[in-house]
């Protein structure tokens, strides 16, 4: 990879992507649930999401769900960099959720 801020920036993008997309589940709330679940994401080179999974649960049920949901509802995600070789991508992505 020659350029060494073209990751991170895409990952930052994907972040963002998926930030629009998010819904706090209406039961979580209602219960002050709180979490960051993380998911595992394989995409595409055109930023299609091939396969999601839960890496990390955040101890609810309703977070954990939306957060496999929200990956699925999201798709395409941002392509991923030109200078990325491989036809595959994948990530794991922290998703935040904590009440105001």
């Given at each position: 990879?020659?350029?060494?801020?073209?990751?991170?920036?895409?990952?930052?993008?994907?972040?963002?992507?998926?930030?629009?997309?998010?819904?706090?589940?209406?039961?979580?709330?209602?219960?002050?649930?709180?979490?960051?679940?993380?998911?595992?994401?394989?995409?595409?080179?055109?930023?299609?999401?091939?396969?999601?999974?839960?890496?990390?649960?955040?101890?609810?049920?309703?977070?954990?769900?939306?957060?496999?949901?929200?990956?699925?509802?999201?798709?395409p995600l941002p392509a991923p960099p030109p200078?990325?070789?491989?036809?595959r991508m994948e990530l794991v992505v922290p998703?935040?959720?904590?009440?105001?």
């Open positions: 990879m020659r350029n060494s801020n073209a990751l991170p920036t895409w990952h930052g993008a994907v972040l963002g992507h998926l930030e629009r997309y998010k819904r706090y589940p209406r039961i979580a709330q209602m219960r002050r649930q709180q979490g960051v679940p993380q998911v595992h994401i394989t995409l595409d080179r055109q930023g299609r999401v091939l396969a999601v999974r839960l890496h990390k649960g955040s101890g609810f049920e309703a977070l954990d769900e939306e957060t496999i949901a929200l990956v699925e509802r999201a798709s200078d990325v070789a491989q036809d998703v935040q959720y904590f009440l105001r």
